[in-house]
């Protein structure tokens, strides 16, 4: 191997490790962020089916209707 493409392969081994810390650190941003969105969007506080959606739903789901909340 020529030194020419020693030095071009730790130059992209270095550029790459970056991109890849970089893309690592703004994953954990958004997952954090994603799981906050979601705590707040599925909140126990919310309403429960009503009775068309359970009639609807009773079919697949026999049982399990009438434990949701």
Do not use: C
Request: no cysteine; charged share 20%.
């Amino acid at each position: 191997m020529s030194i020419s493409k020693l030095t071009n392969l730790v130059a992209y081994a270095a550029q790459t490790s970056w991109l890849e810390e970089a893309w690592g650190q703004a994953g954990a941003v958004a997952y954090e962020a994603a799981a906050k969105t979601m705590l707040v969007s599925n909140d126990r506080s919310q309403r429960s089916l009503d009775n068309f959606q359970k009639r609807y739903l009773r079919g697949n789901f026999v049982n399990h209707i009438d434990r949701v909340l």
